[in-house]
């Protein structure tokens, strides 16, 4: 019930590229789903979240795609830079108001010049 | 810009030795958090404090014990280090005023050995 459970683990994408990482979850309580970007040597930061009274939202590249019905969102990098090259987390938002969050494995990805 | 630091960016130890990591963050946060992050598991909650003095476990406290004596200090105490708690561990605070973007703010993790 408390899990998110994301895929793929690794993804290698070709610059210019679409990159797709997909996540589940199970507890409909959750109310916020964000998604963190980490490049080595750094901790985790916020790139882009969603509530799920929405369906997509876009950031410049960067689109959350959100079904409420299936309790799955993923996240869509269009034109894939090499800078692009992290680990990415989804995450959850556990409605206490003290910020806990259940993240997701994590999916490392690459980008091919 | 909310800043969350840690005492140390790599630490070496024995098996045995009791372990303390110290997270500080200069933005007043309520709620402060530590995690283990491992390849293929994400980030697990170790514990978490909404307040100075309060904790509560989170995923996976086991071999861990945390203080939280003033406002903008949380510490991981890792009473007898052992070779499974090799791991990177990171620090994050949150605000819990309504108002404020819901935003889990990371600092840059430990690298902790445990030989």
Redesign the interface.
């Known amino acids: 019930q408390q899990q998110v459970k994301?895929s793929p683990?690794s993804l290698i994408v070709q610059k210019g590229g679409i990159s797709i990482i997909n996540c589940a979850y199970e507890n409909t309580a959750f109310d916020?789903f964000?998604w963190?970007q980490q490049f080595p040597?750094?901790?985790?930061?916020?790139l882009i979240?969603i509530r799920p009274d929405v369906s997509e939202k876009k950031e410049g590249r960067f689109t959350i795609s959100f079904n409420k019905s299936a309790k799955q969102f993923s996240l869509h990098i269009m034109d894939s830079q090499p800078g692009d090259s992290a680990t990415y987390?989804c995450a959850a938002?556990h409605p206490s108001?003290?910020?806990?969050?259940i993240?997701?494995?994590?999916t490392t990805l690459q980008v091919k010049p | 810009d909310v800043k969350?630091t840690q005492s140390s960016r790599y630490l070496v130890k024995r098996t045995g030795e009791k372990v303390f990591l110290e997270c500080v963050q200069d933005m007043d946060h309520e709620?402060m958090?530590w995690?283990r992050q491992d390849?293929?598991?994400?980030?697990?909650?170790i514990y978490?404090s909404?307040d100075v003095k309060m904790k509560e476990k989170g995923d996976i406290p086991e071999g861990y014990s945390v203080s939280r004596e003033k406002k903008e200090r949380f510490s991981l105490i890792l009473e007898s280090a052992s070779t499974n708690q090799t791991s990177m561990y990171?620090c994050?605070s949150?605000?819990?005023d309504?108002s404020s973007y819901?935003?889990?703010f990371?600092?840059?993790?430990t690298r902790l050995t445990v030989l």
């Open positions: 994301q683990q916020y964000p963190y040597g750094k901790g985790p930061a916020l979240a987390f938002f108001n003290t910020g806990k969050l993240f997701g494995q994590g | 969350v709620n958090f995690y390849p293929g598991l994400g980030l697990r909650l978490f909404y990171l994050a949150f605000s819990s309504p819901n935003e889990q990371f600092g840059p993790g």
